[in-house]
């Protein structure tokens, strides 16, 4: 699915002319969903002379290659990773985070579910057993209490739950939440990781306990795989859906994305995270543009404070610390009858400039007291 939002962005300029007077050619590395894949496939790409990329989709694999970037002379712009670190403490020039961070992101879901479902009075979470897992935490909870400020009310977010993303079984882990006695849970864990424990729990009755569920950002992925099975009060993170507002009516490019993405998929159907490489193909392809260039230095430069149009609305990367900040997106995540059998039936949108931390490259962001 990055990939295909990746080859949209590429055709869509592509038709359009392609960039400084030259077709877009996009070429292709596995980093297999691991640091050390990552690292080879950022070193393979530059030795052969491709020093601008869309990759560490995931915070290891961000983590892991935007150290050894400079040395590389590469630039790389990453669609999804929201561990904090890489742009504060592990800060890089050559790094640009095109995406939400951890405190946007799960900080939001948590405001958001707290808002919204203000009659569930405690959060069972569980998340990986990483970095990012214990930033989801850390987050999660703020954006839940900053909730209860504003609704008066003060749920409990209990201690979380961390699991492997390597493994198959989560009947320990659902057990734990299921005797956990929270109301309303989160779940940290994504993709295949996610589908496996919500299907699992099903089997146990775990979707029936509790009132609500959120989730970090798997989307249509779960509502694919489980069909009519979804739990019945999913929301999750989500990046694009173009059949519904503000996407259907305010932003030209969601169109446009939905058009291109038929071309390269063969479907409409696909998850909204086809949005969050393309944005990030668009932010090299205008950084380039911009830059006259396609040399490190000058991408790097045009870059830092770019604004830029996606089909999710108006983006920015800020110059200081590589942050983008956009707007965040959460929405209900169901079962139809209609044609896939599957959708979103409702979204709903968050002003990331309301709520992104101030820039503090080379130094740990800490959450105020």
Known sequence: NWLAG?????MQWNDNGGLLGRQIEIVVRDDKFTSAGAVAAVREL????VHLSVGAGQPPMAV?????LAELKAVVAAPAPTVMSVTHENFSRNFFRVASNALMLFGGIGSMLATKFADVGSWAMILPDSENGRDMARYF???VKRAAAATGRAPKVLEPVYASLNKADYRVEINRLMNSGAEGLFVGLTAAPCVSLLQQGRSVG?????????EAGTELMIAKAMQKSTPANLWGVSFWAPELEPFKSQYPLSAQLREYIVKVTGTPHV???VQASHRSALALFNAVKKAGSAETDAVIAAMEGLQFDTAAGPYRIRKEDHQ???YAYFAKIGARDAEPGYG????????????VEPPTPGKKFELPA
Do not use: N, W, Y
Not at 46 to 49: D, K, L, S, V
Not at 206 to 214: A, E, Q
């Open 6 to 10: 990746i080859k949209a962005a590429q």
């Open 46 to 49: 530059a030795g052969e002379g």
């Open 64 to 68: 892991a290659t935007a150290p050894i």
């Open 141 to 143: 909870e703020h954006g």
């Open 206 to 214: 775990m979707d029936k306990r509790f009132k609500v569920i959120g």
């Open 271 to 273: 998850p909204g995270i």
């Open 324 to 326: 983008g900040v956009g």
């Open 344 to 355: 979103l039936e409702q979204v709903i949108r968050l002003d990331e400039s309301e709520i």
